[in-house]
């Protein structure tokens, strides 16, 4: 009798295990993964559609969305929309975005659709240097196949000619690879500035960086990706948004970009050229690391939809798309966060 009394609270104590463990929120799921900064926060995303002309016969809009991974977990997605829609990926590197197919008829006065979510973000860190003081050793591993696009050129991110040339001139005699990536990422720090005065910048294009020596995130970015394959290292380029560090609620101006590259001991490992640059004193951390004051959107560019656009391929995908009646429509977006108690 005592060992059945025993039993039975044994597998009460299972059940109340199980249950707590099933009430966990993104944020505990991510921090029981490794020991790293992590910062819980609400993200609103809206997008602002504007009535389309009578003539017109129909708008389609896609709208990007957040996905969970490693470093980031996304909880309570909310879309508030006056229209149907439906969610879709793209079939090259698998991002989530909403898409619309609205009649005119009955987009005839201005709308909006609201995207709200809850993050749990993550620092991502690699230890390059054999630092003992970083948890996590390893990135992301990949197989060969999922490698092969990111070897490969885009249109603004060329791989011959210049770029091919820069890249062989700033690694020549490195065999290493990552000896090599460091030899990059310190040639774009040191010849790049974060300016974007003027006209050019933002574009992610190679070889205006390279000429221009200036730009924002995304120039910084297309430079090092585009010396990163020519040298014969897979390189990624992602983009979402920055959260001020000292801030704990507000607008979020625009976006923010970073890169990973792949060596095969390692994984996939995190840069961030233009906070380098930016944080002169964070230059080793930004090589090998990328903060928890983000928010990931996309991967890629290049980008075809799916249902498919008439226009060309995004260059890239942070902002929503709209095309009406095949022609591409500006659209007015706007973006804001609070930090969530618990927050880092």
């Not at 799921?29 to 900064?37: D, F, G, H």
């Not at 507000?250 to 996939?268: D, K, M, S």
């Not at 095309?323 to 973006?335: Q, R, T």
Request: hydrophobic residues 40%; charged residues 25%.
């Amino acid at each position: 009798m005592k060992s059945c009394r025993i039993f039975v609270v044994a597998l009460l104590c299972i059940a109340v295990i199980a249950i707590a463990g099933a009430g966990f929120s993104a944020s505990s799921r991510v921090r029981a993964r490794v020991s790293a900064p992590v910062r819980n926060f609400e993200f609103t995303y809206v997008t602002k559609i504007p009535a389309v002309p009578a003539e017109a016969k129909s708008s389609k809009i896609w709208i990007p969305l957040p996905q969970s991974d490693t470093y980031q977990a996304i909880s309570d997605l909310k879309i508030e929309s006056p229209f149907p829609y439906a969610r879709h990926r793209d079939s090259e590197y698998g991002n989530e975005y909403v898409y619309l197919d609205v009649p005119a008829a009955k987009a005839d006065a201005p709308q909006e659709v609201r995207v709200h979510f809850q993050v749990a973000r993550q620092e991502h860190r690699v230890a390059v240097d054999g630092d003992p003081s970083v948890t996590k050793v390893s990135g992301t591993q990949a197989s060969a196949g999922e490698l092969k696009r990111f070897l490969q050129p885009d249109r603004r991110v060329p791989l011959a000619g210049t770029i091919a040339e820069l890249s062989a001139e700033q690694t020549h005699g490195i065999q290493d690879p990552m000896a090599k990536a460091r030899a990059i990422y310190d040639y774009v720090i040191a010849t790049m500035r974060y300016d974007k005065s003027g006209t050019g910048w933002g574009n992610g294009d190679a070889i205006w960086a390279c000429t221009a020596k200036r730009g924002n995130c995304t120039d910084f970015h297309s430079l090092f990706i585009g010396m990163m394959r020519a040298a014969g290292i897979p390189a990624r380029f992602e983009i979402g948004f920055p959260l001020p560090e000292e801030q704990h609620a507000g607008a979020i101006p625009g976006y923010h970009c970073w890169a990973e590259f792949y060596v095969e001991r390692y994984g996939w490992i995190p840069v961030d050229a233009s906070e380098a640059w930016k944080h002169p004193e964070k230059k080793n951390y930004f090589f090998g690391a990328h903060d928890d004051n983000r928010v990931q959107f996309t991967v890629g560019r290049d980008i075809r939809l799916d249902p498919a656009q008439q226009g060309e391929p995004l260059n890239y995908f942070i902002y929503p798309y709209a095309e009406v009646d095949g022609k591409p429509l500006k659209l007015e977006s706007a973006f804001s966060f609070q930090d969530r108690m618990g927050s880092n």
